[in-house]
């Protein structure tokens, strides 16, 4: 079975902080694409990056990093010195293909950036 | 924004009828998804269209059911409405096999 986890379910922050969301994934497929998504309070949900279950190379766009472990089946996303404009619901998502098309997502972890 | 629009926007419909939802895709996105969004909840795939073939589907009856059109947009069915049906109704559109899904700002549906 597939499933993705994020225990997190809120977390709060102050301005400037780092915080470091979690997911953790489940799957027996060997080739699978990972993904997040930010839903803002304005409820349209935003792709933020992909991964693909190949490449576990960490990535870093401006102050948002993800750290994709295959040992630990962890896909965290980071944000370096959070600000009020992150405030949103974050999802993980898991895509699978092996017999038919499956899309993922975890019940999310809702981020307040307190000024 | 993203280019993918939905309509209606909200909707109000009794236990027992019938609906449906409309997505106009991004320009260039041969795929569309749809999905539902219980209030606090991460969305649930209900199923994916690419080139007018149903390709995936999640854990939804039958009464759920679409139709994806040769430009790409697409129509969610329900039948027989019931209470738990009461969602924000998704969809999205990609490219197959590249990036990931660019959503719609969604259609709340409530059954009363």
């Known amino acids: 079975a597939q499933k993705v986890t994020q225990a997190q379910t809120e977390i709060s922050v102050v301005e400037k902080e780092d915080v470091t969301l979690d997911c953790v994934y489940e799957?027996?497929?060997?080739?699978?694409?990972l993904f997040w998504y930010k839903q803002p309070p304005s409820g349209e949900l935003v792709f933020l990056i992909r991964?693909?279950?190949?490449?576990?190379q960490n990535e870093i766009s401006g102050r948002y990093s993800w750290n994709f472990q295959k040992s630990t089946s962890s896909f965290n996303f980071t944000i370096t010195a959070s600000q009020v404009v992150d405030s949103a619901v974050y999802f993980c998502?898991?895509?699978?293909?092996?017999?038919?098309?499956?899309?993922?997502f975890g019940t999310g972890t809702r981020l307040k950036v307190l000024a | 924004e993203t280019g993918v629009t939905q309509s209606p926007t909200h909707l109000i419909k009794t236990r027992g009828q019938q609906v449906t939802l409309r997505c106009s895709s991004q320009?260039?996105?041969?795929?569309v998804s749809w999905y539902q969004q219980a209030l606090g909840q991460g969305p649930q795939f209900i199923f994916q269209?690419?080139?007018?073939?149903?390709?995936g589907r999640g854990n939804f009856p039958p009464r759920f059911s679409g139709l994806q059109f040769p430009n790409y947009s697409s129509e969610l069915n329900v039948n027989a409405l019931e209470l738990d049906d009461s969602a924000l109704y998704l969809c999205?559109?990609?490219?197959?096999?590249?990036?990931?899904?660019?959503f719609g700002p969604g259609t709340r549906l409530t059954v009363t």
């Open positions: 999205a559109s990609s490219l197959a096999g590249r990036g990931g899904k660019y």
């Open positions: 799957t027996r497929d060997t080739t699978y694409y």
């Open positions: 991964r693909n279950s190949f490449d576990e």
């Open positions: 998502a898991l895509r699978v293909t092996s017999g038919t098309y499956k899309y993922i």
């Open positions: 320009s260039g996105h041969n795929t």
């Open positions: 269209y690419y080139r007018e073939e149903e390709n």
